[in-house]
T-cell receptor, first 112, second 117 residues
Framework: KQEVTQIPAALSVPEGENLVLNCSFT??????LQWFRQDPGKGLTSLLL?????REQTSGRLNASLDKSSGRSTLYIAASQPGDSATYLC???????????FGEGTQLTVNP | DTGVSQDPRHKITKRGQNVTFRCDPI?????LYWYRQTLGQGPEFLTY????????KSRLLSDRFSAERPKGSFSTLEIQRTEQGDSAMYLC???????????????FGPGTRLTVT
């Protein structure tokens, strides 16, 4: 059974700082890994999807990497802004390509 | 707006009542998923459909829960005889099937927040 862990559970940084969020998973037989953002009381917004054959994906100030063999992914946020404050969730899809298995998220606060 | 929509956004019900939620996926997506999220936790998978067929159900989906997708478009999730432990955010997502898109990027709706008193 896949287990996904995110560290840290919460992070507070000053505006402008570069930061890294960590995600680890126990079963390396994944189809892909997806990073999401969730604002309080809202649904999930997809940020980046990395397929199992890929090493990284970039979108604007976000860069996600994937190391399947070690069961790790990182989300790098450059030049953080107060608007980046949210909970960030990572999730894996198994080789059947169906259900997502989520971590518990990292709650990020960027202080002006 | 052509994203995933859910209705209602909020539902307050008394214990023992039945509730039904609706999800409308992105129109060209043939896969539809239901997840449940409690406070401070990541979402947990409940079930998913490909077209009108329900292909997988989690053990979390007790016999009080039933989901349907009768015409392969919108879906409903019904909870019978609600309990306080059912209080959660119910999230719906949709995607294209793998053989079509080669990837399984799931797009989520805003969720329905259920409170059972």
């Amino acid at each position: 059974k896949q287990e996904v862990t995110q560290i840290p559970a919460a992070l507070s940084v000053p505006e402008g700082e570069n930061l890294v969020l960590n995600c680890s998973f126990t079963d390396s037989a994944i189809y892909n890994l997806q990073w999401f953002r969730q604002d309080p009381g809202k649904g999930l917004t997809s940020l980046l999807l990395i397929q199992s054959s890929q090493r990284e994906q970039t979108s604007g100030r976000l860069n996600a990497s994937l190391d399947k063999s070690s069961g790790r992914s990182t989300l790098y946020i450059a030049a953080s802004q107060p608007g980046d404050s949210a909970t960030y969730l990572c999730a894996t899809t198994g080789t059947s390509g169906s259900r997502l298995t989520f971590g518990e998220g990292t709650q990020l606060t960027v202080n002006p | 707006d052509t994203g995933v929509s859910q209705d209602p956004r909020h539902k307050i019900t008394k214990r023992g009542q039945n509730v039904t939620f609706r999800c409308d996926p992105i129109s060209e997506h043939n896969r539809l998923y239901w997840y449940r999220q409690t406070l401070g936790q990541g979402p947990e998978f409940l079930t998913y459909f490909q077209n009108e067929a329900q292909l997988e159900k989690s053990r979390l989906l007790s016999d009080r829960f039933s989901a349907e997708r009768p015409k392969g478009s919108f879906s409903t999730l019904e909870i019978q005889r609600t309990e306080q432990g059912d209080s959660a955010m119910y999230l719906c997502a949709s995607s294209l099937a793998l053989r079509v898109a080669g990837r399984n990027e799931q797009y989520f709706g805003p969720g329905t927040r259920l409170t059972v008193t």
